[in-house]
């Protein structure tokens, strides 16, 4: 009878689920010779299969892998509360933020920062990861001093504090925000050496807990002439966007939490706006200041910026919605396949419109699609995890993916959208994003 202390590496092979393309090791007669050292150089890659014991003589050997005692093992590690708040692995330092490629802006006070999707799994993006958009700086805000105005076209004028606005009964709703500039690096021409933190970063996903901003407007009154609100920040910028009244009375939250914790200062600490599906720069950060009036208050990003040339040279206003969207994060820009064999197709799709409905990716630049797989949970104006399994043959492949949004709504190719808008409008590319794996394995932007 085996011993049941004792792992039985015969079993550790994963099962492939139906329908996958996986290697099989017992059709190898090389599959018996594999070292630890000598796996990828075998060119099994991604394959599932078991690793032979090593012995202690082999000086290829290395002390810490089994079947000896890692160094880890062979004493106490790090007491409780040491740091008193938690911190990645230090062996996940490269795991950060970034400033998108290329020029630097004028500034590091109107600047922006990327999430490392490439390094992400599920659909949450930890709150120090978060995307970053900043207009002027982030401001050091005391809670306690902090007011919200409520004031226009309504019926009592009210100032509410921090403890006002918590003692309302509460939401927690998943939803994705993405700045409306997100893949404009790609809009023109694609860049090669971009990864999906360049292209797709100005993306993230969050558990996001408040009030309903329609619970706080009917303590004050609304006049029945209101029909757009002024959201405006406390950041020396005082950013400031209308909105129209449906989305206030539909699904805004005056949101003071993010994953559990307070927000941070980037976020908008102690108090910010958001609108599920919109644009990331009108869930106005630092809220300090909403009005009620008949008609858009035409501030200064919603005129010279955040609006979008049309073929005959119009400009467009208030593109709020962000349309279906998806993006294959492995393999992506920057990666390497090791060796020909069993991988997973991963990626993201989301909309601003609803839930996510279909996922199609495309392993051969777009000739053919196959339905990924929707990872559960699907939520509305939220991120949905997809995947698909694929073998890879060894030869140069375009992967992409599209997806199709509960609306009908079915992501673009970058040729469509150009010809619904003027080359010079970035904002809102949400192009079908491509990925060209060589025959070396090495993957690069393909636009």
């Not at 938690?86 to 490629?101: A, F, I, M, Q, Y």
Request: glycine share 8%; hydrophobic share 35%.
């Amino acid at each position: 009878m085996p011993d049941p202390r004792k792992p039985d590496l015969k079993s550790s092979q994963p099962h492939a689920p139906e329908g996958a393309d996986y290697f099989d090791p017992a059709a190898s007669a090389s599959a018996q010779k594999i070292t630890r050292r000598g796996l990828i150089g075998a060119g099994m890659g991604a394959a599932a299969i078991a690793i032979p014991i090593v012995s202690r003589a082999d000086p290829t050997s290395d002390a810490n892998l089994p079947p000896d005692i890692p160094q880890w093992q062979r004493a106490p590690g790090a007491p409780v509360l040491s740091p008193p708040y938690g911190l990645p692995s230090p062996h996940e330092t490269k795991v950060v933020r970034r400033p998108r490629p290329g020029k630097p802006p004028p500034t590091d006070l109107a600047a922006l920062s990327n999430t490392p999707l490439q390094d992400l799994t599920g659909i949450v993006t930890p709150n120090g990861l978060h995307y970053e958009r900043h207009h002027s700086g982030v401001p050091n805000i005391d809670p306690e001093q902090h007011r919200l105005l409520i004031h226009g076209l309504v019926e009592r004028p009210m100032i509410f504090t921090m403890d006002d606005l918590t003692r309302f009964p509460s939401v927690s709703r998943f939803h994705f925000l993405e700045c409306s500039g997100n893949s404009s690096p790609t809009w023109t021409e694609p860049k090669p050496e971009l990864n999906v933190q360049d292209t797709h970063g100005l993306l993230s996903c969050a558990e996001w807990t408040g009030v309903p901003l329609a619970t706080i407007l009917a303590e004050t009154g609304i006049s029945a002439q209101a029909s757009w609100f002024l959201a405006e920040g406390a950041d020396a910028a005082a950013m400031t966007r209308s909105i129209p009244m449906e989305k206030a009375l539909d699904d805004a939250i005056l949101a003071y939490a993010q994953n559990g914790e307070k927000l941070r200062p980037e976020q908008g600490y102690p108090l910010r706006l958001l609108l599920p599906g919109y644009e990331g720069n009108t869930s106005v950060k630092w809220l300090r200041r909403i009005k009620l009036g008949t008609a858009p208050f035409e501030t200064r990003e919603e005129t010279s910026k955040y609006s979008m040339v049309m073929p005959d040279h119009t400009v467009r206003q208030f593109n709020f919605v962000m349309e279906a969207k998806s993006v294959i994060t492995f393999p992506s820009g920057g990666h390497r396949l090791a060796a020909p064999g069993f991988y997973e197709i991963s990626g993201l799709a989301w909309s601003g419109v609803g839930k996510v409905a279909r996922v199609e990716v495309s392993t051969d630049a777009g000739t053919s699609w196959r339905d990924a797989v929707l990872q559960e949970p699907i939520m509305t104006k939220c991120l949905t995890r997809f995947r698909l399994p694929w073998r890879w043959e060894g030869s140069e492949a375009v992967i992409a993916s599209r997806v199709t949004d509960s609306s009908g709504y079915v992501q673009p190719s970058r040729e469509a959208l150009l010809k619904l808008r003027d080359v010079r409008s970035y904002y809102h590319n949400n192009a079908i994003q491509s990925w060209r794996i060589a025959s070396s394995g090495q993957v690069t932007n393909a636009g």
